[in-house]
């Protein structure tokens, strides 16, 4: 099974992004969903998860009010709606699926343990 990010590119500030993660050979399901990012000379940071009912959703406190995490159950699909975005959202950005299978929402690397390989967003100032 893999992960697959996408919807990246270079933007302006101010401008927004939509972007999506699927996974390959298998449903999302239950599974809750989860998207990182790592801007250059950082470690990777949560931004935002979603479970699967909509139920929990979490966002870092950065990009509240800004970002809004989404799915799609019926086409497999997860989204991440960028908006306002400024210089500091430039990352690698990362969707996650966690080890756990709940109904809860995780916010830290070691609760996850299948990741895509990213999709490269750049906001210039």
């Known amino acids: 099974v ?19 993660c699927t996974a390959s050979a298998r449903t999302f399901g239950r599974y809750s969903v989860g998207w990182f990012r790592r801007a250059p000379g950082k470690e990777r940071e949560f931004v935002a998860a979603i479970n699967w009912s909509y139920g929990v959703i979490s966002y870092v406190d950065s990009v509240k009010g800004r970002f809004t995490i989404s799915r799609d159950n019926a086409e497999n699909t997860i989204h991440l709606q960028m908006n306002s975005l400024k210089a500091e959202d430039t990352a690698v950005y990362f969707c996650a699926v ?9 916010s830290q690397e070691k609760d996850y343990n299948l990741w895509g390989q990213g999709t490269e967003v750049t906001v210039s100032s």
């Open 2 to 20: 893999q992960l697959q990010a996408s919807g990246g590119g270079l933007v302006q500030a101010g401008d927004s992004l939509r972007l999506s």
């Open 98 to 106: 966690p080890r756990y299978y709940s109904s809860g929402v995780y």
